[in-house]
C-alpha cells in the first residue's frame, strides 16, 4: 500500500498535504483500492466554508458511495475539476493528479491531530 | 462433418429490437376500408401531428417481437428457477396457491370507488390482514396503505414526527440510525424533515449502547431506526435496554422490518419497547418480490401513535365495515386509494395457509438454514461477527483478497455454479461483505449444493485465482465492464451507434 512520507493523514482515509496556509486534499490509496472502481466524484463549491470532519463531498464507484470528510476546518479556494470527467484518475494517481479539495486553513492546530505516513500505516494494520 | 458451437443464432446472442428492424416491415393489416373516407387534416390539424419519420422506430412483424421477448425471458433467473440466496431481501417462494386467491373474479373486477356495501369482502380481508398483522408484530394500530419497505418507513417516522410536536407543541429532529441500516433509513428520515446521526456498531456487530447514549445526552432526540435482526443477521439482543434509553431521551423507536423473517411466530417488536415498524409484506409474507412486485409496506403502531395513522381507516361497526376519515390528527393519505390490494390479499393467504403454528416452523427453518450455512462455510470463509445468525449469514473475502479474489469475484462464480449470487458489499460496516440470506424455502439437498459451490470457489481461489477473477464463463456475456458503464453510460439506442458500430 503506498503511503507517501510527505503527507498526514485521517482515519476517514484522507490524506492532507500542508503547503503554507493551503491544505490540498484526497483520499488515500488505501480508500480507493477499498471502493473499487470511482464512477463519479462530487466536490464542494468554492468559497464553503467546512469544520473539520464535516462531509465536503463524496465519492461514488461501483459498489457504494462515500463521503469525503475535510480532515481540516477552512475555505475552499479550489476543487479539481478535472475529476467531474475523469473519475478514473483517483484510482490511478490518488496522491496526485486526483487531488480533490484546497483549503484556505482556518486552524493550523487541527493539523497535529492527524496521523503521520507511519502513523497511518499502523492504523491500516490494526484495522484492516 | 463437424458440428461448431452456434453464437451467432438469436438464441444463443439477442440484438436488439432496434437492430432487428426491417424497413417497411409491419406487425398488422388493417381490413378494407368500409366507410367514407376523410382527410387527415379534418381529424388531427398539423400543427398538433408529429412530422419527423420517427428514424430508428423498430419495423418488425408480430412474430419478431413474440420471439424476441420469449427468448430473453428465458435468460432471466427467478426464484421459480432456484435459490436465490439474497441477504436482506427475503426472497422465499411464493406459493401459486395465493396467486389463485388473488385472481378471485370479485377482487380483480372491484373498482376502487364502489360504495362501501358493495366492497365489504374487499374491507372485511383488509381488516382481517390488519388484525393478524398486530398479533404478530405485537403492535396493536395498523395501516396497509403504504406501497413498499422505503414508503413504510416515510410512513413511521411521519407518525412519530406528528406525536411528537402534538405532544411537546414543538418539533425534535435529531433521528438517530445505526451506521449497519440499510441506505433507505437516513433517506426516509431527511425526507420526513429530520437530521440524521449515525449510531456506531461495536466488534461484535451490534449497536454500541454506549455511544447511543451520548448521542440521546446531546438531546433534541425524536428517536431511533434499528433493524433487528440488524444488517448482519444478529439479533440485537439489548433491545429492550435500546428502546428504554430512547424513551428515556424523550424519543421513539422505529423498528425496520425488513428482517420480520426471523422473529415471525417467535418474538413480537411490540413486546421488545419498540413503537412503530413497517413490515414487507413482499418479503417475510411471500408476495412477489423484484421485478414481480409491486410491494407493501404495511405500518404497525402502538396506541399511542394510532390518532396519526393515515387515512381512510378501516373500521370495523358491529358486523360491517367502513371506511373512516374522521381522524383530525391523521398525517394524512399517503397512497392513492387503500394501498396495494392485490398483495394484501396474498399476504393474507400466507397467513391462514400456514396459521400461527407454520408461521413459527417456517421462521424456524429459516434461521436452521442459515446457520446450517454458516456452521458448514465458516471455516472457509471469513466471518466477521462471531455471536450466532439469525435468518441471515455474514462473510468477507478477507482470506480470499489475499489471491486476489474479491467477494464480486465469488459472486459472478457463484453463477457458473447456478445460483444466484449472494447480497455483495453489504452491510458496509464490513469490507468485502457476502450477506447470504437461504429462506425457509430450501430443503437441505439444495443447501448443501450451495455449501459445495461455496467451498469449490474458495478452493479455486487458492489453486487457480484467475479463473474466478474472469467469472462468470458459462453465461451468454462474460463480465460486465461496470465501470465504464458507470462513468460513460449508452442510456438508448441511436441509429448512429449501430452505424458506427458496423463500419467499426
Given at each position: 500500500?503506498?503511503?507517501?512520507?510527505?503527507?498526514?493523514?485521517?482515519?476517514d482515509?484522507?490524506?492532507?498535504?500542508?503547503?503554507?496556509?493551503?491544505?490540498?486534499?484526497?483520499?488515500?490509496?488505501h480508500a480507493?483500492?477499498?471502493?473499487?472502481?470511482?464512477?463519479?466524484?462530487?466536490?464542494?463549491?468554492?468559497?464553503?466554508?467546512?469544520?473539520?470532519?464535516?462531509?465536503?463531498?463524496?465519492?461514488?464507484?461501483v459498489?457504494a458511495?462515500s463521503?469525503v470528510?475535510?480532515?481540516?476546518?477552512?475555505?475552499v479556494?479550489?476543487?479539481?475539476?478535472?475529476?467531474?470527467?475523469?473519475?478514473?484518475?483517483?484510482?490511478?494517481?490518488?496522491?496526485?493528479?486526483?487531488?480533490?479539495v484546497?483549503?484556505?486553513?482556518?486552524?493550523?492546530?487541527?493539523?497535529?491531530?492527524l496521523?503521520?505516513?507511519?502513523?497511518?500505516?499502523?492504523?491500516?494494520?490494526?484495522?484492516? | 462433418?463437424?458440428?461448431?458451437?452456434?453464437?451467432?443464432?438469436?438464441?444463443?446472442?439477442?440484438?436488439?429490437?432496434?437492430?432487428?428492424s426491417?424497413?417497411?416491415?409491419?406487425?398488422?393489416s388493417?381490413?378494407?376500408?368500409?366507410?367514407?373516407?376523410?382527410n387527415?387534416?379534418e381529424?388531427?390539424?398539423?400543427?398538433?401531428r408529429?412530422?419527423d419519420d420517427?428514424?430508428?422506430?423498430?419495423?418488425v412483424?408480430?412474430?419478431?417481437?413474440v420471439?424476441?421477448?420469449?427468448?430473453?425471458?428465458?435468460?432471466?433467473?427467478?426464484?421459480?428457477?432456484?435459490?436465490?440466496?439474497?441477504?436482506?431481501?427475503?426472497?422465499?417462494?411464493?406459493?401459486?396457491?395465493?396467486?389463485?386467491?388473488?385472481?378471485?373474479?370479485?377482487?380483480?373486477?372491484l373498482?376502487?370507488?364502489?360504495?362501501?356495501?358493495?366492497?365489504?369482502?374487499?374491507?372485511?380481508?383488509?381488516?382481517e390482514?390488519q388484525?393478524?398483522?398486530?398479533e404478530?408484530?405485537?403492535?396493536p394500530?395498523?395501516?396497509l396503505?403504504?406501497?413498499?419497505?422505503?414508503?413504510?418507513?416515510l410512513?413511521?417516522?411521519?407518525?412519530?414526527?406528528?406525536?411528537?410536536?402534538?405532544?411537546?407543541g414543538?418539533?425534535?429532529?435529531t433521528?438517530?440510525?445505526?451506521?449497519?441500516?440499510?441506505?433507505?433509513?437516513?433517506?426516509?428520515?431527511?425526507?420526513?424533515?429530520?437530521?440524521?446521526?449515525?449510531?456506531?456498531?461495536?466488534?461484535?456487530?451490534?449497536?454500541?449502547?454506549?455511544?447511543?447514549?451520548?448521542l440521546?445526552?446531546?438531546?433534541?432526540?425524536?428517536?431511533?431506526?434499528?433493524?433487528?435482526?440488524?444488517?448482519?443477521?444478529?439479533?440485537?439482543k439489548?433491545?429492550?435496554?435500546?428502546?428504554?434509553?430512547?424513551?428515556?431521551?424523550?424519543?421513539?423507536?422505529?423498528?425496520?422490518?425488513?428482517?420480520?423473517?426471523?422473529?415471525?411466530?417467535?418474538?413480537r417488536?411490540?413486546?421488545?419497547?419498540?413503537d412503530?415498524?413497517?413490515?414487507?409484506?413482499?418479503k417475510?409474507?411471500?408476495t412477489p418480490?423484484?421485478?414481480?412486485?409491486?410491494?407493501?409496506?404495511?405500518?404497525?403502531?402502538?396506541?399511542?401513535?394510532?390518532?396519526?395513522?393515515?387515512v381512510?381507516r378501516?373500521?370495523?361497526?358491529?358486523?360491517?365495515?367502513?371506511?373512516?376519515?374522521?381522524y383530525?390528527?391523521?398525517?394524512?393519505?399517503?397512497?392513492?386509494?387503500?394501498?396495494?390490494?392485490?398483495?394484501?390479499?396474498?399476504?393474507?393467504?400466507?397467513?391462514?395457509?400456514?396459521?400461527?403454528?407454520?408461521?413459527?416452523?417456517?421462521?424456524?427453518?429459516?434461521?436452521?438454514?442459515?446457520?446450517?450455512?454458516?456452521?458448514?462455510?465458516?471455516?472457509?470463509f471469513?466471518?466477521?461477527?462471531?455471536?450466532?445468525?439469525m435468518h441471515?449469514?455474514?462473510?468477507?473475502?478477507?482470506?480470499q483478497?489475499?489471491?486476489?479474489v474479491?467477494?464480486?469475484?465469488?459472486?459472478k462464480?457463484?453463477?457458473?455454479?447456478?445460483?444466484?449470487?449472494?447480497?455483495?458489499?453489504?452491510?458496509?460496516?464490513?469490507?468485502?461483505?457476502?450477506?447470504?440470506?437461504?429462506?425457509?424455502?430450501?430443503g437441505?439437498?439444495d443447501?448443501?449444493?450451495?455449501?459445495?459451490a461455496?467451498?469449490?470457489i474458495?478452493?479455486?481461489?487458492?489453486?487457480?485465482?484467475?479463473?474466478?477473477?474472469?467469472a462468470?464463463?458459462?453465461?451468454?456475456?462474460g463480465?460486465?465492464d461496470?465501470?465504464?458503464a458507470?462513468?460513460?453510460?449508452?442510456l438508448r439506442?441511436?441509429?448512429?451507434?449501430?452505424?458506427?458500430?458496423?463500419?467499426?
Amino acid at each position: 500500500m503506498n503511503i507517501p512520507e510527505n503527507l498526514r493523514y485521517s482515519k476517514d482515509h484522507e490524506w492532507v498535504l500542508i503547503d503554507g496556509e493551503i491544505a490540498i486534499i484526497g483520499i488515500t490509496d488505501h480508500a480507493q483500492n477499498s471502493l473499487g472502481d470511482i464512477v463519479y466524484v462530487d466536490l464542494p463549491k468554492v468559497g464553503d466554508h467546512f469544520n473539520a470532519h464535516d462531509a465536503c463531498g463524496s465519492v461514488e464507484s461501483v459498489k457504494a458511495v462515500s463521503e469525503v470528510f475535510t480532515p481540516v476546518s477552512g475555505e475552499v479556494i479550489e476543487v479539481n475539476e478535472t475529476l467531474n470527467d475523469s473519475p478514473e484518475v483517483v484510482n490511478k494517481d490518488p496522491y496526485g493528479a486526483a487531488w480533490m479539495v484546497k483549503l484556505k486553513i482556518k486552524d493550523a492546530a487541527e493539523i497535529n491531530s492527524l496521523m503521520t505516513a507511519e502513523e497511518y500505516r499502523e492504523y491500516l494494520n490494526n484495522n484492516t | 462433418m463437424s458440428i461448431k458451437k452456434v453464437r451467432q443464432h438469436p438464441t444463443q446472442n439477442e440484438s436488439l429490437i432496434f437492430e432487428r428492424s426491417q424497413k417497411g416491415r409491419i406487425g398488422y393489416s388493417l381490413p378494407k376500408l368500409d366507410v367514407e373516407s376523410k382527410n387527415l387534416d379534418e381529424i388531427i390539424p398539423v400543427d398538433l401531428r408529429r412530422d419527423d419519420d420517427l428514424e430508428g422506430f423498430p419495423e418488425v412483424s408480430e412474430v419478431d417481437v413474440v420471439r424476441h421477448f420469449t427468448r430473453m425471458s428465458t435468460w432471466n433467473y427467478s426464484i421459480d428457477l432456484g435459490m436465490y440466496p439474497l441477504g436482506s431481501c427475503t426472497m422465499k417462494y411464493n406459493s401459486r396457491l395465493n396467486e389463485k386467491v388473488a385472481r378471485i373474479a370479485g377482487f380483480i373486477n372491484l373498482h376502487p370507488l364502489v360504495p362501501e356495501e358493495e366492497a365489504q369482502g374487499a374491507l372485511e380481508l383488509m381488516y382481517e390482514l390488519q388484525q393478524n398483522l398486530a398479533e404478530i408484530t405485537g403492535l396493536p394500530a395498523v395501516t396497509l396503505q403504504p406501497a413498499a419497505g422505503a414508503h413504510g418507513e416515510l410512513t413511521g417516522v411521519l407518525l412519530i414526527r406528528a406525536f411528537l410536536e402534538k405532544r411537546d407543541g414543538k418539533a425534535r429532529r435529531t433521528m438517530l440510525v445505526p451506521d449497519s441500516a440499510h441506505g433507505t433509513n437516513p433517506a426516509s428520515a431527511q425526507m420526513a424533515g429530520f437530521t440524521v446521526k449515525t449510531v456506531k456498531s461495536t466488534s461484535q456487530g451490534l449497536t454500541d449502547i454506549e455511544h447511543l447514549k451520548a448521542l440521546c445526552k446531546e438531546g433534541d432526540i425524536a428517536g431511533l431506526m434499528l433493524t433487528n435482526p440488524n444488517t448482519a443477521g444478529i439479533f440485537e439482543k439489548n433491545i429492550k435496554e435500546i428502546c428504554k434509553i430512547v424513551h428515556d431521551a424523550g424519543g421513539l423507536v422505529y423498528m425496520d422490518g425488513a428482517n420480520m423473517n426471523a422473529l415471525v411466530g417467535v418474538a413480537r417488536p411490540g413486546d421488545m419497547g419498540v413503537d412503530v415498524i413497517h413490515l414487507n409484506l413482499h418479503k417475510t409474507f411471500s408476495t412477489p418480490h423484484g421485478g414481480g412486485g409491486p410491494g407493501a409496506g404495511p405500518c404497525c403502531c402502538s396506541a399511542e401513535l394510532e390518532p396519526f395513522l393515515p387515512v381512510p381507516r378501516i373500521v370495523k361497526e358491529v358486523d360491517r365495515f367502513k371506511l373512516d376519515f374522521n381522524y383530525p390528527d391523521s398525517i394524512g393519505r399517503i397512497k392513492a386509494f387503500y394501498g396495494n390490494f392485490g398483495v394484501m390479499i396474498r399476504a393474507l393467504a400466507y397467513i391462514y395457509t400456514h396459521g400461527a403454528d407454520g408461521l413459527r416452523e417456517a421462521t424456524e427453518a429459516a434461521v436452521l438454514n442459515a446457520r446450517y450455512i454458516s456452521y458448514h462455510l465458516e471455516d472457509t470463509f471469513e466471518k466477521p461477527f462471531k455471536s450466532d445468525c439469525m435468518h441471515e449469514v455474514l462473510f468477507t473475502h478477507k482470506k480470499q483478497a489475499r489471491k486476489g479474489v474479491h467477494t464480486i469475484d465469488i459472486a459472478k462464480r457463484l453463477i457458473d455454479y447456478g445460483f444466484h449470487p449472494m447480497t455483495i458489499y453489504f452491510p458496509l460496516i464490513v469490507e468485502g461483505a457476502m450477506l447470504i440470506e437461504p429462506t425457509e424455502s430450501v430443503g437441505r439437498q439444495d443447501l448443501d449444493a450451495f455449501i459445495e459451490a461455496m467451498k469449490a470457489i474458495a478452493k479455486e481461489a487458492e489453486e487457480n485465482p484467475q479463473l474466478v477473477i474472469d467469472a462468470p464463463h458459462s453465461t451468454r456475456i462474460g463480465r460486465l465492464d461496470e465501470a465504464t458503464a458507470a462513468r460513460k453510460p449508452i442510456l438508448r439506442w441511436k441509429p448512429e451507434i449501430e452505424a458506427a458500430s458496423k463500419t467499426a
